[in-house]
Each structure stands twice: as structure tokens, then as C-alpha cells.
């Protein structure tokens, strides 16, 4: 992990990029956002109560000072924020409608970031992933020419880094979508200082195996070749279909797919399905030990990202740089 924070702290040095935390009455982010402030490269906004926020951090022994704190329902910037949901929406919530949904933090941290108020939010401590996601996609939107939004893990353990998407977001995907998702899943690598090495995962290498399922994956290969051509995108590699041990072990590359341009040096791995992307990066993590940051949302007008409800204090630190990293692409 300690690689890959080094890099995206080097990049945000001096920066103070505004990133909003909208559990701020979750101990956890309260913590982080003192360890973020600490810095000069990521500027926390907590949301909630302020007097429950100041009664938590003085419980645990957390310095405050200087950190921004808004309460939502007694904002100033609330009816300003209200009216921009109000348009955003277009038709689909009244006044009355939009003052009570910004008094949920979700929304209304949100709200800052589409507004220009906060450069990105970090959510997930204590709400579901659907709680972080909904407001993003009604309130930001996806970026031009992309139709949906994808969740990715970076995989890291010692030198190693990797990345799997999806693995949070889409339970089913055609070939259009896979192909999509391999194609931001490798820009979000070139951000990150990585040269990506995209393969596309199946049961079957190279037509071993025939089915819907790998002819899908097989056509979403050619779609996302295509897309890198037509985008100019330089030192990107995608292929498949690949088995993973094809895609990550030379001499099984060697032997089961002697032509393809990986060979066995993927170092980002786009799943047929949430279902394998979601058990795939468990098993990496709890077995193979290997620290699984994320997921982090790729395809937004501006980055949201989502945490797990079990995160620690770390987590909440890492992914808030992370979304802060993004905010500069």
C-alpha cells in the first residue's frame, strides 16, 4: 500500500484538495479526517451534528480544530444547494422534495461537490453502497460517452499492484459493457502511474472453452481494441479471453495462448460479472493477503467513492486520497 500513497502523495503535495466526509459522527472518520488534516494534501469537510461530532472527537481524544464541519439541515449554503438539486433534477423533486432529501448527508455532500464546493466524497462507514452511488448518478452523472458507472479494487501486497473491476456495481453486463468497463478500468490505471496490461477473464483461454458467456467476453476484447484505437490511448494493452492463470502466469500464458500480446503480465483484470469480480478480489484479499483498497468508482463527472461498513480508520485515510488523486485527472 505504502507504493502506491507515495505516489498519489508526492502527486497532491501542497494541493489541499477539498474532500468531503459525510459520516462525520462515525469514530473511524472522524479519526481520518484528523490524520487528513494533519496533511497538506487532502482538506476533510465532515457532515452531521456538530455538537455530536465535537462530543465524539473530545470522547476519543481527536483534535477538531480547523476542520470543517456542516450540519446539513442549518447550513446556510442549504437553500442554494436546494435550488441547484432542484434544477439538476429537472422536474423529478419539488422544493419541499429537495429541502428534505439534502438533509440526508449523502445527498447534500453531494450537492458540494457538484456545486464546486468539495472536490470529491468519500462515503460507505455507515451506509450501504446504494446510499453513496444513488446521489452520484442523479446529482454528477457519467462523463460523455460513458453509459455507466463501475466500481475497481486496487489489489496491492508489497510490490505488487494490481487492479479488478467490476467488481461493486453492475450484476450484468453485455459485451458493450465489459468492453466500457475495460477501457475506463484502464485509464484509471494510467492515473495511478500504472502501464496497463488489461485482461478480460473467462473459463475459457483463447476459444478452449465455447459458450455465450466466452463468445461475450471474446467480442468485448475486440470492442475495447477498438475504443483504445479510436481514443488514441498510447501504452495500453487489452486482451483476453483469457483464465486467470493464463493471464498471470508466463508459462501457462506460454502454453495456452503462445500468440497473445499478455503473457502472463496482466496487471488489470476486468471480471464477466459482478458476481466472479466481487468473489474474486474476497479471495485475493482473505486468502492471498493482499490489501484491497476500493471500490473505487470510475466513469463520474467527478469521483465518489464508496467505502465498506467494516473499514477501519486506514481505509477511510487511503480511499480519501485516492479520490482526491482522482480529482486531479
Do not use: W
Amino acid at each position: 500500500m505504502s507504493s502506491l500513497l507515495d505516489v498519489l502523495q508526492e502527486k497532491l503535495s501542497g494541493k489541499n484538495v477539498r474532500i468531503v466526509l459525510p459520516e462525520g459522527e462515525d469514530k473511524r472518520v472522524l479519526e481520518a479526517a484528523a490524520k487528513l488534516k494533519a496533511t497538506d494534501y487532502v482538506e476533510p469537510i465532515l457532515l452531521g451534528d456538530i455538537a455530536k461530532i465535537k462530543s465524539l472527537a473530545e470522547e476519543i481524544n481527536v483534535e477538531t480544530e480547523g476542520i470543517e464541519i456542516i450540519h446539513p439541515e442549518t447550513s446556510g449554503s442549504k437553500a442554494d444547494l436546494v435550488e441547484k438539486f432542484v434544477e439538476r433534477r429537472k422536474g423529478k423533486a419539488t422544493q419541499e422534495q429537495a429541502e428534505e432529501q439534502l438533509n440526508n448527508v449523502n445527498y447534500f455532500g453531494t450537492m458540494l461537490v457538484y456545486a464546486g464546493e468539495a472536490d470529491g466524497l468519500v462515503s460507505g462507514a455507515a451506509h450501504s453502497t446504494a446510499d453513496t452511488v444513488r446521489p452520484a448518478l442523479q446529482i454528477i452523472k457519467t462523463k460523455p460517452g460513458v453509459q455507466r458507472t463501475s466500481g475497481i479494487f486496487f489489489m496491492i501486497k508489497e510490490d505488487k499492484q494490481y487492479i479488478f473491476g467490476d467488481c461493486a456495481i453492475n450484476p450484468e453486463l453485455d459485451a458493450q459493457g465489459l468492453a466500457e468497463i475495460a477501457v475506463e478500468s484502464a485509464k484509471s490505471a494510467q492515473s495511478f502511474g500504472m502501464s496497463p496490461r488489461v485482461a478480460m477473464l473467462s473459463f475459457s483461454t483463447k476459444g478452449s472453452a465455447q459458450s455465450d458467456d466466452t463468445e461475450k467476453v471474446a467480442e468485448a476484447v475486440k470492442m475495447a481494441q477498438e475504443k483504445i484505437e479510436s481514443e488514441s490511448l498510447s501504452d495500453v494493452v487489452v486482451d483476453g479471453e483469457f483464465q486467470f492463470d493464463a493471464a498471470i502466469v508466463p508459462e501457462v500464458a506460454q502454453k495456452k495462448a503462445p500468440d497473445a500480446k499478455i503473457q502472463g503480465d496482466a496487471n488489470v483484470f476486468v471480471f464477466p460479472s459482478l458476481e466472479a469480480g466481487n468473489i474474486g478480489y474476497k479471495i485475493a484479499q482473505r486468502l492471498g493477503g493482499y490489501d484491497a483498497v476500493g471500490p473505487v468508482l470510475q466513469g463520474l463527472n467527478a469521483p465518489v467513492n464508496d467505502l465498506s461498513r467494516g473499514c477501519s480508520t486506514e481505509d477511510v485515510y487511503n480511499l480519501a486520497i485516492i479520490t482526491a488523486a482522482q480529482s486531479l485527472q
